[in-house]
C-alpha cells in the first residue's frame, strides 16, 4: 500500500513565525501536492509539483511556498504564518508512469492553528 | 473547465437502510472518476474508482457506476453501518494528474 507521511498530526504557531510542513511518500510518485481543507471550502490546492525541484502554482498560492529537493519529500513552508492560515493541511501523491488518470494517496492531514 | 456536482448533505441514514450519494461531473475528455472517504480528524482514502464508461467501481460494499450518457458517478450502500459515517467525496482527473473535487457529502449513521 502507498503510504503518504505528514510531519505532523497537530500544530501550534504564532503570526509572523516561519512554518515548515512535512510529507514523505514511500511509493517513488512523481507527482505530489499541497491542499487545504476548510469547512464549507472543500479541497483547494496549494501547489504542486511533477517531479523534483520543480513546483507549479495551484489555485491558492499566495502566502506559500514549497520545496522539492528529493523525490519521496515535499515540504509546505507558509513564510509568515497569518490566522487566515488556520486549516487543514492535506498531503497527497500519484504516479504517472503507469498511465495517466492515476488516483492520488493522501497523508493523514495536519491540523495547523495560528494564533 | 472540469467540475464535479454532488449532492450537499448531511444526509442522516438509519443503519442497514439503502444509500445513495449523487455525483455528476463535466469534463471535456475521457476522465476518471473516483470516490474518496474522510472519517473525522482523517485524511482522504480512496474509496474506489472506474476509468471508463460503464465501468463499475466497488470496494467495501460500496459501489459506484461510470455513466457517460448521464454524465454520473451516483454512490451506492445497500445497508449502511455505523461505521461509514464520513465526508464522501466525488473527483475526476482528465488527461494528466489533477484531481477536480466535488464539495463533499457528510453521512451520518445512525443505530
Known amino acids: 500500500d502507498v503510504k503518504v507521511t505528514q510531519s505532523s498530526r497537530y500544530l501550534v504557531k504564532r503570526t509572523g513565525e516561519k512554518v515548515f510542513l512535512e510529507c514523505v511518500q514511500d511509493?517513488?510518485?512523481?507527482?505530489m501536492f499541497w491542499y487545504r481543507q476548510d469547512p464549507g471550502l472543500g479541497l483547494r490546492l496549494i501547489y504542486f509539483?511533477?517531479?523534483?525541484?520543480?513546483?507549479e502554482k495551484g489555485d491558492i498560492p499566495e502566502g506559500y511556498s514549497v520545496s522539492r529537493e528529493k523525490k519521496e519529500r515535499f515540504s509546505l513552508i507558509l513564510e509568515s504564518a497569518s490566522t487566515n492560515q488556520t486549516s487543514m493541511y492535506l498531503c497527497?501523491?500519484?504516479?504517472?508512469?503507469?498511465?495517466?488518470?492515476?488516483?492520488?494517496?493522501f497523508g493523514d492531514g495536519t491540523r495547523l492553528s495560528i494564533l | 473547465g472540469d467540475s464535479v456536482t454532488q449532492m450537499e448533505g448531511p444526509v442522516t441514514l438509519s443503519e442497514e437502510a439503502f444509500l445513495t450519494i449523487n455525483c455528476t461531473y463535466t469534463?471535456?475528455?475521457?476522465?476518471?472518476l473516483f470516490w474518496y472517504v474522510q472519517y473525522p480528524g482523517e485524511g482522504l482514502q480512496l474509496l474506489l474508482k472506474?476509468?471508463?464508461?460503464?465501468d463499475k467501481g466497488s470496494n467495501k460494499g460500496f459501489e459506484a457506476t461510470y455513466r457517460k450518457e448521464t454524465t454520473s458517478f451516483h454512490l451506492e450502500k445497500g445497508s449502511v453501518q455505523v461505521s461509514d459515517s464520513a465526508v464522501y467525496f466525488c473527483?475526476?482527473?482528465?488527461?494528466?494528474?489533477?484531481?477536480?473535487f466535488g464539495g463533499g457529502t457528510r453521512l451520518m449513521v445512525k443505530p
Open positions: 469534463a471535456t475528455g475521457y476522465p476518471s
Open positions: 472506474a476509468t471508463k464508461a460503464d
Open positions: 509539483s511533477y517531479d523534483v525541484k520543480m513546483k
Open positions: 511509493m517513488d510518485h512523481e507527482n
Open positions: 473527483a475526476l482527473t482528465d488527461a494528466g494528474n489533477m484531481l477536480t
Open positions: 497527497a501523491s500519484s504516479s504517472r508512469r503507469i498511465q495517466s488518470n492515476q488516483p492520488q494517496h
